[in-house]
């Protein structure tokens, strides 16, 4: 697969890739090279990834729990205070192998130790490579609150390698998938029409589909590296869905949602929403609800739980003068940004997400 340029970086996949990263080590010759994981990608993927590196520096390696709930400052800290204790200094370099978390986090934590070491990202989730591979943000969640810490910050490179993909559980398949879905609806039609023509997906169907999602990523943050427009168009579905995200991971009676599973939810339901607004065609939002429901199982969302829910939306990050904005559709691959919704709309989304 060819190279994708994003901005002074490019995106490497397979083989090629690991060529690309011996080559940089080569030349930059970092002074030491950490290698930031968690315990799953320590197991499963680490073993791939120092075979295929061929440098005699030293590699340290700096294991962090797994989970959104650890993406925070204080595992920053810990990552901080290890990279200090084994003698970084502002040469060394930072391999991030892992999903969103660490991606996200080790970006922000190379971005800022000694005000900036290089790090290169090496997504190994299929969410990770189809979202957070491009773009260049990096951060941590602030308590339930997420990505309310970071900053903009662009890797040297990023290495795709679709093996990491093998050593995923399927519901971490489907969380991914659903960023997939949301380029489909917002920016490439072909792409929603692959996904709802098929009931599973093999390795070589996503590898296509992960190609066209970091292409399509790219085109838009290369136009809007700061988000101040068009890049907003990648938070359908998130505005909604990172509150029930948050949320359930606050509440201690409730199992955790994956990224995409609350994705999912948020994309029916701003749909519902871009149809009351918009006129988004109601046989199309019945289609999607339809096919997002046969991907990720129901969740029970109660009347109770509402109150709590569109309280988190107002910390959303997004938001300009305590103004909670949407990204709405008039139809398949046509948004309107900036959308004002009232809360009984809202509320009337959560309903027809639970009929």
Not at 157 to 166: C, S, T
Not at 181 to 200: A, C, E, F, S
Not at 263 to 269: L, N, S, Y
């Amino acid at each position: 697969m060819k190279p994708i340029l994003s901005n002074n970086y490019y995106v490497n996949f397979q083989n090629d890739a690991y060529s690309k990263l011996n080559e940089y080590i080569l030349t930059y010759k970092p002074s030491t090279v950490f290698v930031l994981v968690d315990e799953n990608t320590n197991t499963h993927c680490l073993p791939i990834l120092l075979q295929e590196l061929s440098t005699s520096i030293t590699i340290e390696i700096i294991e962090i729990e797994s989970g959104e709930e650890n993406k925070n400052l204080e595992t920053c800290s810990g990552v901080w205070n290890a990279l200090t204790e084994l003698g970084a200094d502002r040469k060394s370099l930072m391999i991030n192998l892992g999903g969103g978390v660490i991606t996200d986090l080790g970006g922000f934590v190379a971005s800022t130790f000694k005000r900036g070491i290089a790090f290169i990202n090496i997504p190994t989730t299929l969410l990770s490579m189809v979202d957070a591979s491009v773009g260049g943000k990096t951060g941590v969640d602030l308590g339930v609150l997420k990505n309310q810490i970071g900053l903009f910050s662009n890797p040297e490179m990023v290495l795709i390698d679709f093996r990491y993909l093998e050593t995923l559980p399927k519901r971490e398949l489907r969380s991914g998938l659903a960023e997939i879905i949301k380029y489909g609806l917002t920016y490439d039609i072909k792409v929603w029409n692959t996904i709802k023509t098929r009931k599973d997906f093999n390795l070589n169907d996503l590898n296509t589909l992960i190609y066209r999602s970091i292409q399509i990523k790219n085109e838009i943050t290369i136009k809007d590296p700061k988000e101040a427009g068009l890049r907003k168009v990648l938070n359908f579905g998130h505005t909604l869905g990172h509150a029930i995200e948050s949320y359930f991971l606050e509440c201690k009676d409730k199992e955790n949602l994956t990224h995409g599973e609350a994705i999912a939810i948020g994309m029916i339901t701003e749909t519902y929403i871009s149809k009351i607004l918009l006129n988004f065609p109601s046989k199309e939002l019945e289609n999607i609800k339809k096919i997002l429901l046969s991907i990720y199982n129901k969740v029970s969302i109660n009347p109770s739980d509402y109150d709590a829910i569109i309280e988190l939306l107002i910390h959303d990050k997004k938001n300009i003068n305590g103004q909670v904005n949407f990204v709405l559709l008039t139809n398949f691959e046509k948004f309107k940004l900036d959308c004002n919704v009232e809360k009984e709309l809202i509320v009337k989304a959560l309903d027809y997400y639970n009929s």
